[in-house]
């Protein structure tokens, strides 16, 4: 919150006002208000058997990290729109068989960035032929149980859920 020096509304000084969870920004000038919301973002869980797809990070934050396939929702679109429009970009594949697997708070690499990641499993239709976007260098596939580190603590925490409901640990 310390960020917000300025509004963007009518360009006037903020102030920080507010205790612990509740601190913002405002604006004494036009009134704007700024929370500290989180971002949502996807992550998706491509699932075939007990093993898992995971991406390794051409570029920061956590540049050479294994990530999953997701990214940040834009404008208008649900949850689920966001993760089949990432899969297609990402990997050049449409995702199947999206289910919910649970919410997930994390920090956006170095930036501050708080953002609540919206898990889901998924699939890849059986013809399917990755094909990856620069925003990776390389794919595999790993057992649930013995994956690498992930690069978010939201991804992280949603792949430790799942491996400790499918008994994969």
Do not use: Q
Not at 8 to 24: F, I, N, S, V, W
Not at 31 to 36: A, V
Not at 109 to 121: E, M, N, P, R, S
């Amino acid at each position: 919150m310390k960020d917000w020096t300025f509004c963007p509304r009518c360009g006037d000084r903020t102030r920080l006002a507010g205790e612990g969870e509740d601190t913002h920004a405002e604006c004494p000038a036009c009134g704007f208000t700024k929370y500290d919301n989180p971002l949502p973002t996807t992550v998706g869980l491509i699932l075939d058997g007990d093993r898992i797809l995971l991406l390794r990070r051409e570029h920061e934050p956590r540049k050479g990290s294994w990530d999953t396939v997701g990214g940040f929702l834009a404008g208008a679109e649900t949850a689920e729109e966001n993760l089949v429009r990432e899969g297609l970009e990402e990997i050049g594949c449409e995702l199947r068989n999206l289910r919910f697997a649970g919410s997930y708070s994390s920090v956006y690499g170095d930036t501050g960035l708080k953002t609540i990641g919206l898990a889901f499993t998924c699939e890849l239709p059986p013809d399917a032929e990755i094909v990856l976007s620069e925003e990776n260098s390389e794919y595999a596939w790993f057992p649930l149980a013995e994956r690498p580190p992930l690069a978010f603590a939201d991804c992280e925490a949603a792949a430790a859920a799942l491996t400790s409901r499918t008994g994969s640990a």
